[in-house]
Nanobody, 124 residues
Framework: QMQLKESGGGSVQPGDSLRVSCAAS????????VGWFRQTPVKARELVAL????????YYADVVSGRFTISRDNAKNMVYLQMNNMKPEDTAVYYC?????????????????WGQGTQVTVSS
């Protein structure tokens, strides 16, 4: 069984940068695709970035494309989301999740492993 734990959330101002991290434990995540999702109290959870197991294929939602970068270090069992030029609408709880297979169309319930989430707030 694998556990995922997010860290690095916090409060920033518009235009700032922040990096959130996802640490896997219990088993290697190196054979799994990992996605970053976000959710607010008024909006359904959405996939914002996805990376394949090798780290050579990525997907970004249009709303974050060009500002966010997902990366992974399989040797450390870590996945990162670098968020630049942040906007107030990026405010959300950010979750990492892992599944077999890389597909931007995959339903959320096909993600076998989920973290508890980390709050990111963008406000002036």
């Amino acid at each position: 069984q694998m556990q995922l734990k997010e860290s690095g959330g916090g409060s920033v101002q518009p235009g700032d940068s922040l990096r959130v991290s996802c640490a896997a434990s219990g088993r290697t995540a190196s054979d799994l695709a990992v996605g970053w999702f976000r959710q607010t109290p008024v909006k359904a959870r959405e996939l914002v970035a996805l990376i394949n197991f090798r780290g050579d294929a990525t997907y970004y939602a249009d709303v974050v494309s060009g500002r966010f970068t997902i990366s992974r270090d399989n040797a450390k069992n870590m996945v990162y989301l670098q968020m630049n030029n942040m906007k107030p609408e990026d405010t959300a709880v950010y979750y990492c999740a892992a599944r077999l297979g890389f597909s931007k169309y995959a339903e959320e319930d096909t993600y076998e492993y989920w973290g508890q989430g980390t709050q990111v707030t963008v406000s002036s």
